[in-house]
């Protein structure tokens, strides 16, 4: 595996995920005989990687292929090429190939929070049955064990064993969420895998999950990798972040460089269209010209090209490697090097 | 409050109940706020505190079993005169020609306000000659034009597609189109980018900023975001379950906000140039169900500088707190 001797965030930490060269294809069908006629390229050769107790946010707009991506990781899907690399007690496993029969074990090192914390949650079940649930599967202690786990795994995520015979429309959407993590965490997974998780949450209600993540990580010393649109939520969680565009990554590096100094066209973007909450603060931005493009019909060359303000002749040939041009900061594009694009101030911590 | 001129709307103690059997849900409870012309008055609250039933009751649009049981809305016409909305037939000659005439509406989901069964161009056609006496060619026309000027490429192809065959962010535009049609001197955009992604998003609001400068009309942006509110409006009002608790200019509610749910929600988003992994102070509990209104004022239960006896005794009426600001809160009294 890729090993980070670098200074920041996470270098020192082993990778605890490798993903390598992954790939999603869906076929496209169509007609009475359900022919193949094309293909939806979602995932186009990603790799990333994760270490142990550190955030990986994988951020890009709808349809890049983050979902997709993540459910690759947790083997919900299969998928079509590339290495999925869990480090299992001193064994290596690749989760892409590994036999069915051993995809139940997956679970106890893996779990996934979802974004729609009410449809993810089976309605007839009270709150001790969803929280209990993969215990019970697992075949984890006795009756009285398992209650006892329920309880401490609530009061963990902040909801009162009282609780417990309750059916989840009794609760908001905040709750619910709460509820979701408290499953997740069941089994003392070492990675989750958090899609959207505070997306579908009011503003008031977020920073009271974003908290709750963020301490639970630091008692059980839980590994993120956090799948997500909205920026400032990303820049509020991760230690590093990792930008899709299109089914690829295009950038990616410890939070501060990427904000600060994203050496991406895409990211530059991406930094600049999102509404700051100050009003004081209004400025150019850079207003990107047409549509993202679509994976059944991707574009030849970098996949931003057509998008791009910075595009040469070359950015339309050639899909560009993705290269480490500064310790930890890997990204995808030809003119990486030279342009110096612009980020978002970054004030200290405890800062004014 | 306004200075010299006179709002071109003017909504005072709105309510808006919806009677089910389960209960009555107060969606609008006694809001009032004034639109400038030419100006972008922004409305942001969280979900549920009553910003599209404000809208829908603006435009008299809102759903059986709702109705608007108080209140006055005021629309001044271009002789000057004033028009309380409140008194006129929601499905009248008159109330139709206001909505999309002097009213035009743009809302979060254009999938569901375009018909699949007719095309874009069908749409665009029948609002102009809805409005206008032109030949349906003319009216063609217009539509291409008007697809046109909201940054829509081959609006004369595109005139002839269905809404499900364009993308979210091109269906936006022609739905901002439809709106534009009538030469609306106010349009009410109600989260007009919450379905879109950021880049996207820039491009619409990009879009409404220079359709407002263009032709001078005022805009009344309905949206839960504050980024959205910060970089878009002149005013402010800022609702919470039904009612307004502060209103103001965007500078003032920003950075000297004076409602405390004002300044715990600002408090609680995490900013894109904030600092990484620091704790967000947080809002405590979570909305209310609206069968479940709290007594008194509907923040008391959440606020952190709630005065028991006071706060959950009785309502705070929305109040002047100097230079055009309004808070309804106990501690301004
Ligand atoms: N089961 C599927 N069949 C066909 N196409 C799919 C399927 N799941 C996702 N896609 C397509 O793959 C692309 C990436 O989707 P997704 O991973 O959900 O993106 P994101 O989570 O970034 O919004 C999209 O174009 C989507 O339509
Ligand atoms: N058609 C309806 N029937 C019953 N209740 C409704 C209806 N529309 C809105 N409401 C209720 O009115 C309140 C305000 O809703 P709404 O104006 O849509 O909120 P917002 O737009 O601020 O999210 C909510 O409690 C909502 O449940
Ligand atoms: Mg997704
Ligand atoms: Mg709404």
Same mark, same amino acid.
Request: glycine share 8%.
């Given at each position: 595996?890729?090993?980070?001797?670098?200074?920041?965030?996470?270098?020192?930490?082993?990778?605890?995920?490798?993903?390598?060269?992954?790939?999603?294809?869906?076929?496209?069908?169509?007609?009475?005989?359900?022919?193949?006629?094309?293909?939806?390229k979602?995932?186009d050769d990603?790799?990333?990687?994760?270490?142990? $107790?550190?955030?990986?946010?994988?951020?890009?707009?709808?349809?890049?292929?983050?979902?997709?991506?993540?459910?690759?990781?947790?083997?919900?899907?299969?998928?079509?090429? $590339?290495?999925?690399?869990?480090?299992?007690? /001193?064994?290596?496993?690749?989760?892409?190939?590994?036999?069915?029969?051993?995809?139940?074990?997956?679970?106890?090192?893996?779990?996934?929070?979802?974004?729609?914390?009410?449809?993810?949650?089976?309605?007839?079940?009270?709150?001790?049955?969803?929280?209990?649930?993969?215990?019970?599967?697992? /075949?984890?202690?006795?009756?009285?064990?398992?209650?006892?786990?329920?309880?401490?795994?609530?009061?963990?995520?902040?909801?009162?064993?009282?609780?417990?015979?309750?059916?989840?429309?009794?609760?908001? $959407?905040?709750?619910?969420?709460?509820?979701?993590?408290?499953?997740?965490?069941?089994?003392?997974?070492?990675?989750?895998?958090?899609?959207?998780?505070?997306?579908?949450?009011?503003?008031?209600?977020?920073?009271?999950?974003?908290?709750?993540?963020?301490?639970?990580?630091?008692?059980?010393?839980?590994?993120?990798?956090?799948?997500?649109?909205?920026?400032?939520?990303?820049?509020?969680?991760?230690?590093?972040?990792?930008v899709?565009y299109v089914g690829r990554i295009v950038e990616?590096?410890?939070?501060?460089?990427?904000?600060?100094?994203p050496r991406h066209p895409y990211t530059e973007a991406?930094?600049?269209?999102?509404?700051?909450?100050?009003?004081?603060?209004?400025?150019?931005?850079i207003v990107l010209q047409g549509e993202v493009a679509d994976p059944?019909n991707t574009p030849p060359g970098c996949h931003f090209h057509p998008r791009c303000m910075y595009a040469q002749a070359v950015c339309k040939e050639k899909a560009p490697a993705l290269e480490?041009i500064?310790?930890?900061?890997f990204v995808s594009c030809h003119r990486a090097r030279e342009l110096s694009l612009?980020?978002?101030?970054?004030?200290?911590?405890?800062?004014? | 409050?306004?200075?010299?001129?006179?709002?071109?709307?003017?909504?005072?103690?709105?309510?808006?109940?919806?009677?089910?059997?389960?209960?009555?849900?107060?969606?609008?409870?006694?809001?009032?706020?004034?639109?400038?012309?030419?100006?972008?008055?922004?409305?942001?609250?969280?979900?549920?505190?009553?910003?599209?039933?404000?809208?829908?009751?603006?435009?008299?649009?809102?759903?059986?079993?709702?109705?608007?049981?108080?209140?006055?809305?005021?629309?001044?016409?271009?002789?000057?005169?004033?028009?309380?909305?409140?008194?006129?037939?929601?499905?009248?000659?008159?109330?139709?020609?206001?909505?999309?005439?002097?009213?035009?509406?743009?809302? @979060?989901?254009?999938?569901?306000?375009?018909?699949?069964?007719?095309?874009?161009?069908?749409?665009?056609?029948?609002?102009?000659?809805?409005?206008?006496?032109?030949?349906?060619?003319?009216?063609?026309?217009?539509?291409?034009?008007?697809?046109?000027?909201?940054?829509?490429p081959?609006?004369?192809?595109?005139?002839?597609?269905?809404?499900?065959?364009?993308?979210?962010?091109?269906? @936006?535009?022609?739905?901002?189109?439809?709106?534009?049609?009538?030469?609306?001197?106010?349009?009410?955009?109600?989260?007009?980018?919450?379905?879109?992604?950021?880049t996207? @998003?820039? @491009?619409?609001?990009?879009?409404?900023?220079?359709?407002?400068?263009?032709?001078?009309?005022?805009?009344?942006?309905?949206?839960?975001?504050?980024?959205?509110?910060?970089?878009?409006?002149?005013?402010?009002?800022?609702?919470?379950?039904?009612?307004?608790?502060?209103?103001?200019?965007?500078?003032?509610?920003?950075?000297?906000?004076?409602?405390?749910?004002?300044?715990?929600?600002?408090?609680?988003?995490?900013?894109?140039?904030?600092?990484?992994?620091?704790?967000?102070?947080?809002?405590?509990?979570?909305?209310?169900?609206?069968?479940?209104?709290?007594?008194?004022?509907?923040?008391?239960?959440?606020?952190?500088?709630?005065?028991?006896?006071?706060?959950?005794?009785?309502?705070?009426?929305?109040?002047?707190?100097?230079?055009?600001?309004?808070?309804?809160?106990?501690?301004?009294?």
């Open positions: 595996m890729t090993n980070g001797a670098n200074a920041g965030s996470g270098a020192d930490r082993a990778p605890l995920l490798e993903v390598k060269g992954l790939k999603k294809y869906f076929p496209i069908r169509r007609g009475f005989l359900q022919k193949i006629v094309g293909q939806v979602a995932v990603v790799s990333f990687v994760v270490h142990h $107790g550190e955030t990986l946010s994988l951020v890009g707009e709808s349809g890049c292929g983050k979902t997709t991506t993540a459910r690759c990781i947790l083997r919900a899907i299969t998928p079509t090429a $590339g290495q999925v690399l869990l480090a299992d007690e /001193g064994e290596i496993l690749d989760v892409a190939t590994l036999p069915k029969h051993r995809l139940r074990g997956l679970r106890r090192q893996m779990q996934m929070i979802f974004q729609d914390p009410f449809s993810s949650l089976n309605p007839r079940m009270t709150l001790a049955d969803i929280v209990g649930e993969p215990l019970l599967v697992h /075949g984890v202690g006795n009756v009285t064990e398992r209650t006892d786990r329920v309880v401490e795994l609530l009061r963990l995520v902040g909801l009162r064993p009282e609780y417990m015979q309750r059916y989840p429309h009794a609760f908001s $959407g905040g709750q619910r969420q709460r509820i979701g993590i408290a499953r997740a965490l069941a089994l003392n997974p070492r990675l989750v895998v958090a899609d959207e998780p505070v997306s579908a949450l009011d503003v008031s209600v977020q920073a009271q999950i974003l908290n709750l993540l963020l301490e639970l990580q630091d008692r059980l010393g839980l590994t993120y990798l956090f799948v997500a649109h909205d920026l400032s939520v990303v820049k509020h969680i991760s230690e590093r972040v990792a899709m990616t590096a410890p939070t501060e460089a990427l904000f600060g100094s991406l930094l600049s269209a999102v509404p700051k909450p100050d009003p004081r603060l209004r400025s150019e931005r059944a480490e500064a310790p930890e900061h612009r980020g978002v101030d970054i004030p200290v911590a405890g800062g004014v | 409050m306004q200075t010299s001129t006179k709002p071109l709307l003017s909504v005072r103690n709105l309510r808006t109940s919806f009677f089910q059997d389960e209960g009555t849900t107060k969606a609008v409870d006694g809001a009032s706020f004034d639109v400038s012309p030419g100006k972008t008055l922004g409305i942001v609250g969280e979900s549920g505190c009553g910003k599209s039933v404000t809208a829908q009751s603006i435009l008299r649009i809102v759903d059986r079993p709702g109705r608007i049981v108080g209140g006055e809305i005021l629309l001044t016409r271009e002789d000057g005169s004033q028009t309380d909305l409140v008194k006129l037939e929601a499905s009248g000659a008159e109330m139709r020609s206001i909505r999309g005439g002097d009213i035009g509406l743009v809302f @979060q989901e254009p999938m569901t306000s375009f018909s699949p069964v007719h095309t874009i161009g069908a749409q665009l056609v029948e609002a102009v000659l809805l409005h206008n006496e032109v030949t349906p060619k003319e009216a063609r026309r217009r539509g291409i034009e008007a697809l046109r000027s909201v940054g829509i081959k609006p004369e192809r595109r005139i002839d597609e269905y809404s499900f065959e364009l993308s979210g962010g091109l269906r @936006q535009r022609a739905m901002i189109a439809v709106a534009l049609s009538c030469d609306p001197r106010l349009l009410i955009a109600d989260e007009p980018t919450t379905a879109l992604d950021v996207t @998003q820039a @491009q619409i609001l990009d879009l409404l900023r220079k359709i407002q400068q263009e032709r001078g009309m005022a805009v009344m942006l309905i949206t839960h975001n504050l980024g959205v509110i910060a970089e878009m409006a002149d005013d402010v009002v800022v609702m919470y379950l039904g009612r307004v608790v502060e209103q103001g200019s965007v500078d003032d509610i920003f950075h000297d906000p004076k409602h405390p749910y004002t300044k715990a929600l600002l408090q609680s988003i995490p900013s894109i140039d904030s600092a990484p992994r620091v704790k967000l102070p947080t809002i405590s509990g979570s909305i209310p169900h609206p069968f479940n209104r709290p007594p008194g004022c509907p923040f008391h239960p959440r606020c952190a500088a709630f005065i028991p006896g006071r706060c959950d005794a009785a309502e705070p009426a929305l109040k002047a707190v100097g230079d055009g600001r309004q808070v309804s809160c106990f501690l301004y009294e």
